[in-house]
């Protein structure tokens, strides 16, 4: 299909490179570079603050969105005073005559509710699995109102929203895998690591329980979004060595992981897709994770990393142990293959020429 101009918005807790976004910030990124790379005219919508990503980057001024993750699952949506949410989808409504099709980010209830209303197609990409009533009830509106306007990053996060899961199309992720770099042995002596958002849901004291139990030190790398879970978890596990060692952005991110002897992934949720193990993965770095999510459908087991029972420390700590039969250089050529920014671009590039002709038929 011909060239289109895509217009994606991007997710309004945050403004991009402030990490509050989570993996969005990176999908975004990644959406960017490979549908630019496949010819495409790519302008992003964000909160006013953010990075320029390679595209051209409107900067919308307003109030932030809460987070969902820590919302009840019956809790209202809810919008403050001025909301860059609100903002945001006035600017799609005023530049939709521009361009072909819209991706929306958000995790959120409005720009779902606001699709009928607009005249260009909406593609919908779902970062989290079902958290709250009044977004499930929206995206299975959406699907059904508009098949294959939604999408998500794994089949478990399809799963999650079962009266509509085998309808939701699974794209997965993508980075630019050529900006990390590979390091083939572990730093010795061996170190673990952790990276993401330091919050109840991503399983932060069961890092420390693997850290006390292995022997081996921690280190972590994410926004520190929840002090207390973190503190709690240091004083559940005193034996733990574990440093955190800040937010960082992508390029000294890829640099300081490398070393790690493998990374570990111990959600309590059932996690979207898990971007930070394709990180891992592209710097040679073996991924110990539950099998839960997004990461069981990334790591091959016994070949880029290990997938254990959901919540057993002591089977992440065995795994540590065998660690050495992951050979680096598989890890790094399961992310060329499979989760590159072009491989990303190719699934996505598909979707949206699929919206835009079920769209123009209906119209
Ligand atoms: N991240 C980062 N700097 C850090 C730690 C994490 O930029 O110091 C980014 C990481 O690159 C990844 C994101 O934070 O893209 C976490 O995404 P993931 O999908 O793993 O989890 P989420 O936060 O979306 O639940």
């Known amino acids: 299909m011909a060239a289109k101009r895509i217009l994606i918005c ?15 910030e990176l999908t975004l990124h990644g959406l960017v570079l490979g549908l630019s790379a496949r010819g495409h005219e790519v302008e992003v919508v964000a909160p006013e603050g953010s990075l320029h990503l390679g595209g051209r980057v409107h900067q919308i001024a307003g109030e932030w969105q809460a987070s969902s993750q820590s919302a009840a699952r019956d809790a209202p949506v809810e919008l403050p005073p001025r909301p860059v949410l609100g903002a945001m989808w006035d600017h799609v409504r005023r530049h939709q005559h521009r361009v072909d099709v819209v991706v929306n980010l958000a995790y959120d209830w409005l720009p779902f509710y606001l699709t009928p209303f607009l005249d260009v197609p909406v593609a919908h990409l779902v970062s989290m699995g079902s958290l709250n009533e009044a977004m499930d009830a929206v995206v299975e509106q959406a699907v059904l109102d508009r098949p294959g306007s939604v999408a998500v990053h794994s089949r478990a996060q399809a799963d999650t929203f079962p009266a509509v899961a085998d309808r939701l199309r699974v794209i997965g992720n993508g980075i630019a895998v050529e900006r990390y770099d590979v390091q083939l042995a572990a730093d010795e002596p061996r170190y673990l690591g952790y990276i993401g958002r330091i919050s109840p849901e991503k399983g932060i004291d069961d890092v420390f329980a693997v850290a006390e139990a292995s022997g081996l030190p921690m280190r972590v790398w994410g ?33 300081a992981i490398g070393g790690c002897a493998a ?24 991924v110990i994770a539950y099998r839960r999510g997004g990461p069981a459908e990334i790591v091959v087991d016994g070949e880029t990393g290990f997938l254990v029972e959901p919540d057993d420390v002591d089977a992440v700590v065995r795994a540590v142990a065998r660690i050495d039969e992951i050979d680096r250089v598989m890890c790094r050529q399961r992310v060329e293959e499979r989760w590159s920014t072009t491989a990303l671009a190719e699934r996505v590039d598909d979707w949206l020429d699929d919206l835009i002709r079920s769209h123009q038929h209906v119209r």
């Open 223 to 255: 926004l520190m979004q929840d002090e207390r879970c973190w503190s709690e978890a240091g004083a559940r596990h005193p034996g733990a060595h574990v440093r955190h060692e800040g937010f960082v952005p992508t390029d000294d991110l890829q640099a």
């Open 263 to 286: 990374i570990v992934m111990t959600p309590k949720w059932v996690e979207a897709f898990g971007n930070v193990a394709i990180e891992a993965m592209a710097c040679g770095v073996p």
């Open 10 to 24: 991007s997710t309004p807790v945050g403004p991009l490179g402030s990490g509050i976004g989570g993996g969005v």
